[in-house]
């Protein structure tokens, strides 16, 4: 399998398939690189492999099933993504304002996380900006990390790796991404009209 949405990460894109091939999926993976080089997007495309109704027939993520489309409108009930909107839809307030993840959202992540899948397959938090977690947070979401359940993968993307706590970043598989090629970069900018 690849990842032909993410552009220019061989690397990650290989150590994912190998991790989809074996079957070997660690329980809780940081993805780090700097911005715009497809790290949350790598996540999707990543849960999108783990949820496809069709990944045994195909070996790889159709993008049109229900599963597919429903992670990729941050629809699908196994799927969390978590960030500034998120937190907002918890405590009723704006996501601009929502500058840290605070320990109350990781909590609450965490009984979303350890109730049973809806469709019966993963259940899988994407988390944004993972950085940006309190040390309160963090330390909120360290029991999953230390006591994982059985087919629940946290991912938390990161362009600050080193913001997370040791503590945290020693639980978890660290997927490196690169920065971009110039080239690739040139053709975002064009398709984007920038």
């Not at 220019?8 to 079957?23: H, T, V």
């Not at 259940?123 to 040390?135: F, G, L, P, R």
């Not at 991912?155 to 997927?175: E, M, P």
């Amino acid at each position: 399998m690849s990842f032909p949405r993410v552009q220019d990460q061989p690397r990650a894109a290989k150590i994912l398939d190998g991790f989809l091939s074996s079957g070997r999926i660690p329980p809780a993976m940081v993805f780090s690189g700097l911005e715009g080089t497809g790290k949350t997007l790598m996540a999707r495309e990543f849960s999108k492999a783990l949820l496809c109704q069709e990944m045994e027939k195909t070996s790889s993520a159709c993008g049109v099933c229900s599963d597919c489309s429903a992670i990729d409108k941050g629809l699908h009930p196994d799927v969390k993504l978590v960030g500034a909107d998120y937190q907002a839809g918890l405590v009723e307030g704006e996501a601009a304002k929502q500058k840290l993840l605070q320990a109350d959202t990781m909590r609450h992540l965490r009984k979303d996380m350890e109730m049973q899948s809806m469709l019966g397959r993963w259940k899988v938090a994407i988390i944004c900006d993972a950085h940006t977690m309190t040390d309160a947070a963090a330390n909120a979401l360290l029991k999953s990390l230390e006591e994982p359940l059985s087919r629940t993968l946290w991912i938390l993307v990161t362009a600050q790796r080193g913001r997370l706590l040791k503590t945290v970043l020693s639980r978890c598989f660290c997927v490196s991404f690169s920065p971009l090629a110039p080239s690739t970069i040139k053709t975002l900018l064009v398709e984007r009209a920038i």
